[in-house]
């Protein structure tokens, strides 16, 4: 049975109303006093009400984060690594977390939002593969519910958001593919309505640039992010008349799915074609080969945007509003010279 203010009471030899205003904090409560009651709910293992807390409060005390990917359940590393980040850092101040997933721009991502915020389930919303012109921002924007996001948008810029520096992150990338002698150098891309891509995308158009190689549209596919998309768009490059010699892709787990497809062609992957990807998930070190890639701290990312999120619900400020990190290109053996 639940122990009550009145068990602590009787324990103590006070009233009712003691207990709560010592419980509460309260500044009229003899400092002895006060002492005895928090002794006494230890030892009886009192736990104070979250609804009564709550509604003192006037919070749940509780983060809201939709995933945005394909399927029931996602299976991308990353989210993963960013939840462990957002998790650890929402238990260190006492904070719940309200996770789902729902496949992007659908009617059913829409609804969870629409429950979350105006249901008030939540204190505030973490938003992430934010995208240009982003309906979720757009809704937080006009309920002025917080919110803090991964990523850019053309829609809200002036919104707090943390971000990493995409477009220096595959000109790292290609740079260094260019470096290693290639010159037909692919690249698989994620959707163009989501920012981050557009920002990778103009990284590599402007590494080839650099080198003194045209951007070829045949080379370029878009993938939604996994590792069948990488493969299928890895098959298609290999199968053309001139096949590249390397090819950089927008995220790991598309990069992974790429090296699938050349092994099953026959090729070495660091010898007949190089392959890098973006993330630096725990799988790409283990890959066969290793996978070069850029690393992006995950799970610092997600722990530093749940941060933000929390100084904005209980009324902190904000060091800086916009933040963004830059990326580390992380040489590994799937990136060999061109034969």
């Known amino acids: 049975m639940a122990v009550t203010l009145k068990d602590i009471a009787r324990h103590v030899g006070v009233s009712v109303t003691t207990v709560s205003r010592a419980l509460g904090g309260y500044d009229d409560v003899a400092e002895t006093t006060r002492q005895k009651i928090l002794r006494a709910a230890e030892e009886l293992g009192y736990y104070p009400s979250v609804t009564a807390r709550q509604l003192q409060k006037q919070r749940t005390d509780t983060i809201g984060f939709v995933i945005p990917t394909f399927g029931p359940r996602f299976s991308d590393p990353f989210f993963s690594e960013l939840l462990a980040g957002i998790g650890n850092e929402a238990a260190r101040h006492n904070f719940d977390l309200l996770v789902c997933t729902r496949s992007p721009d659908s009617p059913e991502e829409e609804e969870a939002y629409r ?48 971000d990493v520096d995409g477009h220096h992150g595959l000109y790292q990338a290609v740079r260094h ?25 103009q990284g590599y158009r402007d590494a080839l640039q650099e080198g003194g190689l045209k951007y070829d549209e045949e080379l370029v596919h878009v993938g939604y992010l996994t ?20 090819i950089a892709v927008a995220n790991d787990l598309m990069a992974l799915g790429a090296m699938r497809a050349a092994h099953e062609r ?41 941060q933000m999120l929390i100084q904005i619900i209980t009324g902190e400020p904000l060091d800086n509003y916009h933040l963004i990190l830059e990326p580390t290109l992380i040489l590994r053996q799937s990136s060999g010279p061109a034969q």
């Open 177 to 201: 593919l260019i470096d290693l002698g290639h010159r037909r150098i692919a690249y698989i891309s994620a959707p163009l309505n989501l920012t981050f891509a557009l920002h990778r995308l």
């Open 115 to 162: 429950r979350l915020v105006d249901g008030r389930r939540v204190d505030g919303m973490l938003v992430v593969r934010t995208r240009v012109d982003d309906p979720r921002l757009s809704f937080l924007k006009q309920r002025h519910f917080p919110f803090v996001a991964f990523g850019r948008s053309h829609a809200d810029e002036n919104s707090p958001y943390l």
């Open 227 to 246: 590792e069948e998309d990488g493969y299928q768009a890895a098959h298609r490059l290999l199968a053309l008349d001139r096949p590249p010699t390397a």
């Open 266 to 306: 026959g090729l070495t992957v660091g010898r007949d074609v190089a392959i890098t990807g973006f993330d630096d998930i725990p799988l790409a070190a283990h890959a066969h080969p290793p996978l070069t890639t850029v690393r992006q701290p995950i799970y610092e990312i997600g722990r530093r945007i749940c």
